[in-house]
């Protein structure tokens, strides 16, 4: 005989006692749902306001830059979605733009349309102005070739180029745009005489006069020819100055052709 | 979470066991109450699946058997003090019953347990080390030694 089982035989539980856990358990269970869609709530909560910030961090990042440069010298800085975060000026014409031209979440190609029409009513562009546009950017390639097939570029002859952000931090130092100081390093290039301070003070134009002159040296034959120069120095220039060599060649020749188209 | 009718299944299940283990621990049916729900949400959190009904079963006795220590601890730190169980539950126990128990509810804690589990739930040492945490040796040593105070109590033919 187990008398232990037999003595607690009548000990049970009850169906009052058994009735109120699960009332309680039920309770319980839509408290823990609640508290599930609350804590729900709360993540996707947390995690828009991680989007909102985080996107709008990513927004207002630049990825890539253009210097745009005829006498007014701008440079943009242009988000991952192409559009400009960024528009500083380094000359006084170039303050005088920006002032006027509004160009703040403008998609890149719109931007650089509305500063080379804007400089062409002012009166930048004049038939021997030059337009030089330099690039910054991981997806040069794709830029260059949107900028050389837009209407506007094409229109006033733009040049491109390509530079690096190595470069865009000495330009700064000098306080001259990227797109200038390229221009003023290649201008070294030929005429070593030639300091950046005086470079500082020369227009683009000028710049460009000054190379094509030094090109000019045993050229005469050729018109002041880019091709020329872009098959005798350029390239070197290019890779002396640790930017892309094939980049050069694409942007330059198109480029220095639409400058021909311009001239003559 | 634990479905309604899951609920019920281990409700009808052991619902007595776990009461059973309240009794032997817990002095009134307010604690007992509080102990008994608390278990059984503990199970309605739990979300790790058990390998058998064995192991489900094992799983009350010892969650069941820690809830009750839980709430002694705490008790321990309360001022007023409990009503008897015993009184209580006197009135469903005859006399032969009432005195066994009174026995059984003499013992100290570790000794109650084993002699539940042991002459009640049919489990061996092995089971019962495993559901205590304690090691097999240890059970042996505390069934014999709860055996011994139950004799000197009872008188020898209480098994």
């Known amino acids: ?264 | 979470m634990k479905s309604e009718e899951d609920l019920s299944r281990v409700m009808e299940a052991y619902a007595d066991m776990v009461r059973r283990i309240c009794f032997l621990h817990l002095k009134n049916k307010y604690d007992t109450e509080d102990v008994f729900q608390n278990v059984y949400l503990k199970y309605l959190l739990y979300d790790k699946p058990f390998e058998s009904r064995e192991h489900e079963k094992a799983w009350f006795a010892r969650v069941a058997i820690n809830a009750c220590t839980d709430h002694l601890r705490y008790a321990a730190r309360r001022k007023w003090v409990p009503l008897d169980m015993i009184e209580e539950e006197r009135e469903v126990l005859d006399d032969m019953s009432s005195e066994v128990l009174e026995a059984v509810l003499s013992l100290p804690e570790k000794y109650r347990n084993v002699i539940y589990l042991h002459y009640y739930e049919d489990y061996p040492a092995v089971e019962i080390a495993r559901i205590l945490g304690k090691k097999e040796n240890t059970v042996y040593s505390w069934l014999s030694r709860a055996r011994e105070l139950l004799r000197e109590r009872l008188g020898g033919e209480w098994v």
């Open chain 1, 1 to 264: 005989m187990n008398v232990i089982r037999d003595s607690m035989k009548e000990i049970r539980a009850s169906e009052e006692l058994k009735q109120n856990t699960m009332e309680y358990l039920r309770v319980q269970k839509r408290r823990a749902r609640l508290k599930r869609i609350r804590w729900y709530a709360f993540a996707a909560a947390c995690i828009c306001l991680l989007l909102t910030g985080g996107g709008y961090t990513v927004y207002i990042r630049p990825v890539s830059y253009i210097s745009i440069d005829v006498n007014p010298s701008v440079e943009l800085g242009i988000n991952r979605f192409g559009r400009v975060v960024e528009a500083d000026a380094y000359n006084q014409d170039g303050r005088d733009i920006l002032d006027r031209v509004p160009l703040k979440n403008v998609p890149y190609l719109k931007a650089i349309g509305r500063l080379l029409g804007d400089e062409n009513d002012s009166g930048y562009l004049t038939e021997d102005s030059r337009v030089f546009i330099t690039i910054i950017s991981d997806r040069w390639e794709t830029m260059l070739e949107e900028i050389r097939g837009d209407e506007m570029s094409e229109k006033y002859g733009a040049q491109t180029y390509t530079s690096d952000l190595a470069s865009r931090e000495e330009a700064h130092q000098y306080e001259m745009s990227f797109g200038k100081y390229r221009a003023c390093q290649e201008l070294s290039q030929f005429d070593e005489s030639v300091t950046m301070e005086e470079c500082h003070e020369m227009s683009m134009g000028e710049i460009e006069d000054k190379i094509e002159t030094c090109k000019g040296h045993g050229h005469e034959e050729s018109d002041g020819s880019y091709e020329d120069f872009e098959n005798g120095g350029s390239d070197e220039n290019y890779e002396d100055s640790g930017n892309d060599e094939h980049n050069n060649d694409n942007g330059g020749n198109e480029s220095h052709g639409g400058h021909h188209d311009h001239r003559h």
